[in-house]
């Protein structure tokens, strides 16, 4: 792998994708021995998490079934500083359900604060776990911790494998963080 160019920032490699696929395939593992006798619900969260979730899911033995959420948030409609949010797409219960939620990346940490808080729990599933395929600890400043974690990074902007920059990158196989 090499210098990446998109639009206006140079990238540098950073994971490839025998990496991330080795890595997913002990993530899938762990999930398959957890949830042996259960059938988990995975919530996906979009636009950046479609090629984890696909290549996870792939690798899953147990039954399980899979929903695509995109998160708003309700600009202006409430006078309080938090704006709540909703996910679209989401047409199923939790109520009851084993949740595991799938995103790309925890950052700050507040999408997946928000989405578990306001959406998630609310609906009173019976269990409710996290994997993402990049942490960056430094960056996470809201309460919340992911059960399944693919790489701990640093706190640099990424791209590739499903993440993108202004759009672009999303379709590269490995991933590449930005050059300083
Ligand atoms: P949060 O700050 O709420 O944890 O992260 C929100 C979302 O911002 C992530 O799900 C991801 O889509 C995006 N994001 C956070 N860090 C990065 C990054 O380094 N690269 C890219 N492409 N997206 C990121
Ligand atoms: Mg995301």
Do not use: W
Request: proline share 4%; aromatic share 12%.
């Amino acid at each position: 792998m090499s210098y990446l160019q998109v639009l206006d920032k140079t990238f540098i490699p950073l994971l490839s994708e025998s990496q991330i696929l080795d890595r997913i395939q002990n993530i899938a593992d762990e999930i398959n021995q957890d949830y042996k006798n259960k059938q988990p619900l995975f919530l996906v969260i979009l636009n950046g998490s479609f090629m984890f979730a696909s290549d996870i899911f792939k690798k899953l033995s147990i039954q399980s079934r899979i929903s695509f959420v995109k998160i708003a948030s309700y600009k202006g409609l409430v006078s309080s500083t938090e704006n709540p949010i909703t996910a679209i797409g989401l047409d199923q219960n939790l109520h009851g359900q084993d949740i595991i939620i799938l995103d790309d990346i925890l950052d700050t940490g507040k999408t997946l604060y928000r989405f578990v808080h306001d959406v998630v729990l609310p609906m009173h599933p019976n269990s409710v776990k996290i994997g993402v395929l990049l942490y960056k600890p430094k960056a996470c400043v809201f309460d919340i911790k992911a059960d399944y974690v693919g790489f701990e990074i640093d706190n640099r902007f990424v791209v590739g494998y499903g993440l993108d920059y202004d759009g672009y990158a999303r379709n590269l196989p490995e991933i590449y963080q930005l050059k300083s």
